[in-house]
């Protein structure tokens, strides 16, 4: 059954957000994006056929909002270390908070498939790296001059 294929791969991902820990530095967000973009790289063939099998079960449709309303719920969790630590500054307003998540959930879900399209030959490490990097410039503006002075140095 879809809705069970669809927990298999989703409750791993919870895991990222729910239970692994992450510091309050720079560093920190850079293991949450690597741990993310990893996991979703590694069963990239479900997440691209996800919106799919979403139109074909309604079952799994439904877990898979909710698991989206989960992660969206989760983050502002993930993310307070980091706004505490003045490294990363997170919209107040609920519309804009909502517009940002979406966005990186967009990049996150649908960029490794672009990208694949685009030049087949591109590795595993070219692609996760490509896309942590729109990641980046999606959260540029919200990030601290340190953290922008690290994302920087990290891809000239």
Known sequence: ???HLGRKY????????????????V?????FANASIDHIYKFRFFYT????????????????????????GQAAETFAPWEAAGILSIPKEEEEKERLLQNMW???MTAMGFLQNFNPRLSGKKIKDSVKQQLY?????????????TLKRLYK
């Open 1 to 3: 059954h879809q809705g």
């Open 10 to 25: 989703t409750s791993p991902f919870l895991k990222i957000f729910f239970e692994r820990k992450y510091a309050p530095t």
């Open 27 to 31: 560093d920190g967000i850079l293991d």
């Open 49 to 72: 056929e996800l919106y799919i099998l979403q139109k074909n079960d309604p079952k799994l449709r439904d877990a898979y909002k909710n698991h989206l309303i989960r992660s969206a």
């Open 106 to 108: 967009i990049i996150a």
């Open 137 to 149: 410039s999606l959260l540029y503006s919200s990030f601290s001059p340190t953290g922008r002075d």
